[in-house]
């Protein structure tokens, strides 16, 4: 390309625009690898080093792809040119931008202004500190740049790249086949073997156990192996109260009793390992451990009661797929059955529904007329209906259709789908793979799109389906009582005003010498042959008016809790848009199994409006692992139903390394507080690399010969040594410079509890905590000013928080209470309940000020110390008898006399201190005042909020209720609860 610099930047920028846009035009051909490797890699050789490669072949194969990496998205690629420097072509990179420095001069590494931009001495470029080329890379453009900068032609690269496919690598890297990327330079590049751990086919279980080691001593082996060659000393085994306490928080999330602790203690004592194993087994039988094990689940899938966003509708049976996931893990369902359940439950309960159907002779239109019945009405049976709720997994992201065009809400939803998939079950975070070939994995766009395709025909819906025999219905009857009141006030209100509003509306068209029409029937009228929106009605009623209305649709959404329907999907051709706006979920009567095929396609840049390729339903190529027995390995069925069914079964196939590695990662992530992989949601290379690889590996094998039993992974992990260690290191000074984050397991990891186990074991300790079976969600109590604060949703205001009216129902465990997406309960968020719109891989559990002051101060942890100490106070004679009662119901063991002298002491000064405090019963409202702007007028009106629950309300114990010496037991009790013996786990 010859540019004249004497005719103007302008000129010269459209030279290099021209010229960019042949690059890219002749960078966009998808190459197609039509074989797949057992192992899926072309593995380096290690017989010979690799030839230095030339200057061509050092731009063209490391120094472009680093810049079209690191550089290209803001200078040259990008929606805008930044610091008008273009680096596109040789002749614009040279040039520089608007300083009118030069950027560089070929073979001289003194002058240009390049160099010391990408060192970070002159600038910062790129600007990101992860972004930061590296000292490997920063070296390779100084090589190129001395070397006399060349830029071959567009034909020379292309036979560089080509030439490269068989040229030896450098050891330790490999190519990995795929599908192919959206170019040539991306399909054949090399990738470093460690960065693809997670793709290659698992050994054997034996692979690198020594004859001599018994498979319950595999762990440890593993683990002690990588001590001793770090010369690092393993912690001595925990107390006995130390392990029971450890045990049954990871398995229960609650902590053990004093008198568990002393039976223990005395069993360990005649047969440790007998007594440990015992426990362990007790524990896994207990309805206790599907409670505690589900909101780990939870966490990743995003549980919550209301879908977020604008109207943060509620979804009103998702409590069903929270209670089917607690039965899941009590029942321990084989891993692979889980995961297609949740992917395809439906497409299974439809092909059990058409068997029994043709079992009973059935055939042709009556056969599907019954079946489309069937699916209308819900007539399953309680296998049919449990796949069903199953599939809540598809609804759990936050989604509202509300103000956006219908296409794109169906993006947001299938990409969203796409990404939870992705991070779910594989560990792949595929988001980034929707808009350009994944920068540091080898996932092609192209299989984006085909897991994409795979749920092209999948809709959300709100189907019928049976309530389970095993589904808890208790509290229906008083709830659905709540909600009915609720809307029983918003329809009297609005009618009131309907009812003033069509009378006036009636006056207008006798007026108009017209006949007159309902509000719903004038809708389409010319203005001027219609009466006037809210004729007859003031700014005031004609703003609540729309609040009643708004609040009649919550209401009515609400009852629909105690209803057989059950959060879904279903698989279709083409359902009609409009039936997919969130207030019209329910509406399962469209079938278009006659419309065309749905064709998908390659979004260019994410695109909708660049459709380029097209794609066939998919999955990810790069795992060595046929989808199909003919044709494509990695192409599924393109029939309407039956994708998703065979997307689960691809990803739970035994020998999908992904699928395996990623559940067991995860399970010992649960236990030992950071995954053998870092990053669980993330097994590409920029996630932590294994630290016990070959036990990752070894547990793999051994959770698949099991029968994808979670139950038998947790007996192997929780027995071993590993597991039962002190938290108290040996050799610490060694151990804070080999290894400070512990991630070789010299010893186990102090944690504290997390949200659910602080409010969960704070309401077992004071002896309030009630078990149930799940069923609806339970209200516990919230702060007030929180609760009642206004909290706008589209077009209205979203209805107060109100707690359970029964003190039984608010003390249930924390994760069967009510999950609010737009109304956080702020004692749970302050403990690091994670954000329930995006997957939680691992909870953070930073310690922060406010929560020191919330455990001394809040209502919730007053509540629970006065509750204990009343009972204290009942069943002792004396205060030493008292304060020894605390200690032992708080911390499961006996004070010492020094202990019991100090808190005498401090209950003396407490008795004074409260004689001289007066208390007050709280004063709970049953209706409050809302102000709102009305939309037209833009002028302000009021409006009154019921509050019912609280009039029968059923209130905790309050300090004002106990006597002097009963309040300061109840500060002893309080102090108790705030030592880092009851909320740490050692």
Avoid at 100 to 126: F, H, K, N, Y
Avoid at 397 to 417: E, F, K
Avoid at 520 to 545: F, I, N, T
Wanted: glycine share 6%.
């Amino acid at each position: 390309m010859i540019v004249s610099l004497t005719n103007g930047k302008m000129r010269y920028k459209h030279a290099c625009y021209t010229y960019v846009r042949g690059v890219i035009m002749s960078l966009m051909v998808v190459c197609v690898v039509a074989s797949i490797d057992e192992r899926n890699s072309v593995a380096a050789s290690e017989e010979m080093p690799s030839a230095e490669p030339t200057p061509e072949e050092l731009f063209t194969l490391e120094v472009l792809p680093l810049l079209r990496t690191k550089c290209f998205g803001c200078h040259g690629e990008g929606d805008e040119l930044r610091g008008e420097y273009l680096m596109t072509s040789r002749v614009a990179l040279l040039c520089g931008g608007e300083s009118g420095d030069v950027a560089i001069v070929p073979g001289d590494l003194s002058r240009g202004t390049l160099l010391g931009a990408i060192r970070w001495e002159d600038q910062e470029m790129p600007p990101k500190k992860s972004e930061r080329l590296s000292p490997h890379e920063i070296a390779m453009v100084e090589q190129w740049i001395d070397s006399g900068a060349p830029w071959p032609s567009l034909e020379q690269q292309h036979a560089i790249r080509h030439a490269s496919q068989g040229a030896v690598l450098e050891p330790g890297m490999v190519r990995w086949n795929t599908s192919g990327g959206t170019s040539k330079e991306w399909t054949g590049r090399p990738y470093a073997e460690e960065d693809l751990w997670a793709f290659k086919q698992l050994p054997a279980a034996e692979d690198g156990l020594l004859e001599n080691v018994q498979q319950h001593d595999a762990i440890d082996f593993f683990v002690n192996k990588r001590l001793a060659k770090a010369n690092l000393m393993a912690s001595a085994k925990a107390s006995p109260p130390e392990l029971l306490r450890r045990i049954f928080f990871d398995l229960h999330g609650l902590p053990p009793t004093a008198q568990e602790i002393t039976n223990f203690v005395e069993a360990y004592a005649r047969n440790g390992e007998e007594a440990f194993e015992d426990v362990v087994d007790r524990l896994l039988a207990s309805p206790r451990y599907g409670e505690r094990w589900a909101r780990h689940w939870l966490d990743i899938t995003r549980y919550s009661d209301t879908a977020g966003m604008s109207n943060d509708y509620e979804r009103s049976n998702m409590w069903r797929y929270r209670d089917y996931v607690i039965r899941c893990f009590n029942n321990d369902k084989p891993y692979d059955e889980f995961i297609k359940e949740q992917l395809a439950g439906d497409e299974l309960a439809k092909a059990s529904v058409k068997k029994r159907l043709v079992k009973k002779g059935l055939e042709g239109k009556e056969l599907f007329s019954t079946l489309r019945k069937i699916e209308s009405e819900g007539g399953y049976t309680q296998k049919e209906a449990e796949l069903l709720i199953a599939t809540g997994f598809l609804r759990l992201g936050p989604w509202d259709n509300a103000m956006v065009d219908d296409d794109d809400a169906r993006q947001m939803y299938l990409a969203d789908v796409v990404n939870i998939t992705g991070q779910t079950f594989l560990s792949q975070t595929l988001r980034c793979c929707k808009c350009h070939d994944h920068k540091f994995d080898p996932i092609p766009t192209r299989d984006y799109y085909g897991i994409y395709a795979a749920f092209a025909t999948t809709f959300p819906v709100e189907r019928a389906a049976l309530f389970l025999n095993v589904e808890s219905r208790d509290r229906f009857e008083s709830e659905e009582k709540f909600v009915g009141k609720m809307l029983s006030f918003a329809r009297s209100e609005m009618n009131q005003l309907v009812e003033k509003q069509e009378a006036a509306a009636k006056t207008w068209y006798a007026e108009h010498d017209l006949p007159y029409k309902n509000e719903q029937k004038r809708k389409g009228d010319p203005d001027e042959e219609k009466p006037p929106r809210h004729v007859g009605l003031s700014h005031v009623e004609a703003g609540m008016l729309k609040v009643r209305r708004q609040d009649e649709w919550i209401w009515e959404r609400r009852l629909e809790r105690f209803q057989p329907l059950v959060q879904s999907v279903f698989s279709t051709r083409g359902m009609p848009k409009r039936s997919q706006n969130a207030r019209k979920l329910r509406a399962f009567t469209v079938f278009r199994d006659e419309e065309p095929q749905v064709d998908s396609f390659i979004l260019t840049g994410g695109s909708l409006e660049a459709p380029g390729a097209k794609v066939f339903p998919g999955v990810l190529s790069a795992v060595s692992l046929r989808a199909n027995k003919e044709g494509d390995p990695h192409l599924l069925t393109d029939d309407v139903s039956g994708r998703r069914a065979a997307l689960a079964d691809w990803i739970a196939n035994p020998r999908n390394p992904l699928t395996v590695r990623s559940i067991v990662n995860r399970i010992w992530q649960y236990h030992f507080g950071s995954g053998l992989a870092t990053n669980s949601n993330n097994f590409g290379a920029k996630g932590g690399k294994p630290t016990h690889p070959a036990l990752l590996d070894y547990l793999s094998r051994r959770f698949l010969e099991s029968g994808w039993s979670i139950k038998t992974l947790h007996r192997e992990i929780v027995l071993s040594d590993a597991y039962q260690r002190s938290v108290i290191p040996v050799g610490a000074e060694n151990l804070a410079v080999v290894d400070p984050e512990n991630m070789l397991l010299s010893h186990f990891r102090r944690r504290r509890l997390t949200a659910e186990e602080i409010r969960d074991s704070l309401l077992a300790v004071s002896g309030e905590l009630v078990h149930g079976d799940g069923g609806v969600p339970v209200f516990p109590e919230m702060n007030m000013e929180v609760a009642l604060q206004p909290r706008m949703i589209q077009f209205s205001l979203a209805p107060a928080y109100q707690p359970s009216e029964c003190r039984d129902d608010r003390s249930r465990r924390t994760i069967y209470t009510y999950h609010c997406r737009g109304l956080a309960d702020p004692f749970l968020e302050l403990f690091n309940q994670p954000n329930p719109n995006e997957s939680c891989e691992l909870r953070d559990d930073a310690s922060v000020t406010p929560q020191a002051l919330t455990l001394l101060n809040s209502e919730f942890m007053t509540g629970r110390a006065v509750s204990l100490a009343d009972q204290l106070m009942r069943k002792s004679v004396s205060t030493t008898e008292a304060i020894q009662k605390a200690f032992q119901q708080i911390l499961a063991r006996n004070a010492i006399d020094a202990e019991v002298s100090q808190l005498e002491t401090f209950f003396e000064a407490a008795v004074r201190s409260h004689g001289a405090v007066d208390f007050e019963h709280p004063v709970y409202p049953t209706e409050i005042t809302r102000s709102l702007v009305e939309e037209i007028s833009g002028l302000p009106f009021e409006y009154c909020e019921i509050l019912p629950k609280f009039s029968n309300y059923e209130a905790d114990l309050k300090v004002k209720d106990l006597s002097l010496e009963g309040r300061a037991l109840a500060d002893v009790c309080l102090l108790l609860m705030n030592t880092n013996e009851f909320l740490f786990v050692d």
